[in-house]
């Protein structure tokens, strides 16, 4: 390697520090949260693309080669999202801004990146992990910004609920099912990796009742509007007998 593990992950970390500053920066008029969900949506897509091209086409399969020695583009994806994770839970502690929930899901994540790249192996499976964890993060993210610019409760807010409660339900819960699978039948992968696959995939379900029932609430709530207006319209017109 042209640079220790650890030097790169710190110049992960200030890069994503230094676009922070910048989103800050050209956007003063708007919250420092704003900043900060741009920067997330920024890895969001990063990370998406990059580990889908490493899983995909680069490879090794994760779900037939856990366990094995890193690449040189896996250990790229994972410095950059090592960064990314160490500043954002760095932000969210500092802020307040989230739950116990998402602080030891950031924790688990850069553990695992770290044991991943202190170990020189697995990080075909690491990288599964991320990029079934990232990939519906721009979703979220469009869904705040939605939120705030007062666009929510559109088409386009509708679509953004669907497509995210989709992609999670398809990848996180029935692609990280498969992939848990893979990993627990493996000899391969170190126990601890093993664990750290676990309690991610924990988390996932953890998150999946939450998304259930807010999928429950707006679709009773667009049930009950629809029900409202077919009547509405049922009655125009008409006068209420006595």
């Known amino acids: 390697m042209l640079f220790p593990l650890p030097l790169r992950a710190a110049c992960s970390l200030l890069a994503w520090f230094c676009l922070y500053k910048w989103f800050c920066h050209r956007h003063r008029h708007r919250s420092l949260e704003w900043s900060c969900r741009l920067v997330t949506l920024t890895h969001g897509v990063l990370a998406t693309c990059l580990s889908a091209y490493i899983g995909f086409i680069d490879g090794p399969w994760p779900l037939s080669h856990p366990g094995t020695p890193n690449t040189t583009l896996q250990v790229h994806g994972l410095c950059l999202s090592l960064g990314y994770f160490i500043f954002d839970l760095c932000w969210c502690v500092y802020f307040q801004t989230e739950g116990a929930l998402m602080l030891a899901h950031h924790l688990v994540s850069i553990v695992g990146i770290a044991a991943s790249l202190a170990l020189g192996e697995s990080a075909a499976d690491v990288n599964a992990v991320i990029f079934g964890s990232e990939i519906t993060n721009p979703l979220l993210q469009a869904r705040w ?95 209420k007998s006595h």
Not at 207 to 219: G, L, N, P, T
């Open 145 to 239: 910004f939605l939120k705030e610019l007062g666009l929510y409760h559109t088409f386009t807010g509708d679509l953004v609920d669907f497509l995210f409660v989709v992609l999670f339900t398809g990848v996180r819960i029935g692609m990280g099912a498969w992939l848990m699978y893979c990993e627990l039948a493996s000899p391969r992968p170190r126990w601890y990796i093993k664990l750290g696959g676990v309690v991610m995939y924990v988390v996932s379900w953890v998150f999946m009742v939450s998304i259930c029932r807010f999928a429950r609430r707006k679709s009773m709530r667009k049930y009950q509007a629809w029900r409202s207006r077919r009547l509405g319209l049922k009655s125009n017109g008409h006068l």
